[in-house]
């Protein structure tokens, strides 16, 4: 005899079914998700670890068994570490710096960019392939030509000889470059025709159509720049013309022995502005370098 199913018992057995496959459509519809979680875990963790650091005292931080958060917030590491050196001086140099070189390289990027990819002059291939030539040399082979460079024009310790050596860039050229060759030459022409020179055409038609190529760059030349820290412990020996990575440097010298709750609490003020900024533009900076170099 046939055996009649209860309705209740069905009703459920259906529920589940929908349940499981919701589960199922919802992993396949954000699948990228669940892959990139464990790796945002993996990029956060130094971070994560830095802040936590900051916040204890010496003794927790070598003590196995104090745990990973501190017992109490100790925020007075944050003005003991800013104490240690004037790093208010330091953020300003770092902001005159950063901002210096990238408003230098934008500007010879953008007209040597143009000159290669529009005009025609004698030499132009032999010239491009220096500037791709230099991309292939390593920037510390070139500290010594530049410290010479800037110590016959009398310049050494002051904030142009953290700017000059950089005010151009091999690579922003040649990326800039090709985002121009991809813009139509009819546009170019239109705008001859209704009087602009190679200057108006540059400023009305490449420009606007590239900017998301700019911001690119840009994005790459403020990291860059802010976190180096080579060039400027070479040409500066006085506090009013440093910036920002030297005072993390002064506070790990080995002769007097790192703090590491001072110097992990001045990381964090080294490392914010860059954060803040991409938090705040951070959906900028996404669809700046999704459609690089795109049409």
Same mark, same amino acid.
């Given at each position: 005899?046939?055996t009649?199913?209860?309705?209740?018992?069905?009703?459920?057995?259906?529920?589940?079914?929908?349940?499981?496959s919701?589960?199922?459509?919802?992993?396949?519809r954000?699948?990228?998700?669940?892959?990139?979680?464990?790796?945002?875990?993996?990029?956060?963790?130094?971070l994560?670890?830095?802040?936590?650091?900051?916040?204890?005292?010496?003794?927790?931080?070598?003590?196995?068994?104090?745990?990973?958060?501190?017992?109490v917030?100790?925020?007075?590491?944050?003005?003991? @570490?800013?104490?240690v050196?004037? !790093?208010? #001086?330091y953020?300003?140099?770092? %902001? =005159?710096?950063?901002?210096?070189? *990238? $408003?230098?390289?934008?500007?010879?990027?953008?007209?040597?960019?143009?000159?290669?990819?529009?005009?025609?002059?004698?030499?132009?291939?032999?010239?491009?392939?220096?500037?791709?030539?230099q991309?292939?040399?390593?920037?510390? @082979?070139?500290?010594?030509?530049? !410290?010479? #460079?800037?110590?016959?024009?009398? %310049? =050494?310790?002051?904030?142009p000889a *953290? $700017?000059?050596?950089?005010?151009?860039?091999?690579?922003?050229?040649?990326?800039?470059?090709?985002?121009f060759?991809?813009?139509?030459t009819?546009?170019?022409?239109?705008?001859?025709?209704?009087?602009?020179?190679?200057?108006?055409?540059?400023?009305?038609?490449?420009?606007?159509?590239?900017?998301?190529?700019?911001?690119?760059?840009?994005?790459i030349?403020? $990291?860059?720049?802010?976190n180096?820290?080579?060039?400027?412990l070479?040409v500066?020996?006085?506090?009013?013309?440093?910036?920002?990575?030297?005072?993390?440097?002064?506070?790990?010298?080995?002769?007097?022995?790192?703090?590491?709750?001072?110097?992990?609490?001045?990381?964090?003020?080294?490392?914010?502005?860059?954060?803040?900024?991409?938090?705040?533009?951070?959906?900028?900076?996404?669809d700046?370098?999704?459609?690089?170099?795109?049409?």
């Amino acid at each position: 005899m046939a055996t009649i199913q209860d309705p209740i018992e069905m009703s459920a057995a259906a529920g589940g079914s929908r349940s499981l496959s919701g589960v199922l459509a919802a992993v396949k519809r954000n699948w990228l998700h669940f892959v990139l979680l464990p790796l945002l875990a993996v990029w956060a963790s130094p971070l994560v670890w830095i802040v936590v650091t900051s916040l204890k005292t010496r003794v927790e931080v070598f003590d196995p068994n104090a745990g990973f958060l501190p017992a109490v917030a100790q925020w007075s590491n944050y003005p003991a @570490a800013l104490a240690v050196a004037p !790093f208010g #001086t330091y953020l300003i140099n770092s %902001i =005159l710096v950063t901002g210096g070189i *990238l $408003v230098c390289e934008l500007i010879t990027i953008t007209l040597a960019a143009y000159a290669f990819a529009r005009l025609n002059f004698p030499g132009k291939n032999i010239l491009f392939t220096l500037f791709l030539l230099q991309i292939m040399f390593p920037i510390y @082979a070139t500290f010594l030509t530049n !410290f010479v #460079t800037v110590r016959e024009l009398g %310049i =050494l310790n002051s904030l142009p000889a *953290l $700017v000059v050596p950089f005010v151009a860039s091999g690579y922003g050229t040649f990326m800039l470059r090709q985002a121009f060759r991809q813009v139509p030459t009819e546009l170019a022409d239109a705008a001859r025709l209704d009087g602009c020179g190679h200057l108006g055409i540059l400023w009305h038609v490449y420009l606007p159509l590239v900017k998301p190529t700019l911001v690119a760059f840009s994005i790459i030349a403020v $990291v860059t720049h802010w976190n180096d820290y080579m060039w400027p412990l070479l040409v500066t020996n006085s506090e009013s013309v440093r910036t920002l990575p030297i005072g993390l440097g002064l506070l790990a010298k080995s002769d007097s022995g790192a703090d590491w709750t001072r110097l992990m609490a001045a990381t964090v003020v080294v490392v914010s502005p860059l954060l803040i900024f991409f938090v705040i533009f951070q959906r900028r900076f996404v669809d700046s370098f999704m459609h690089a170099g795109l049409k």
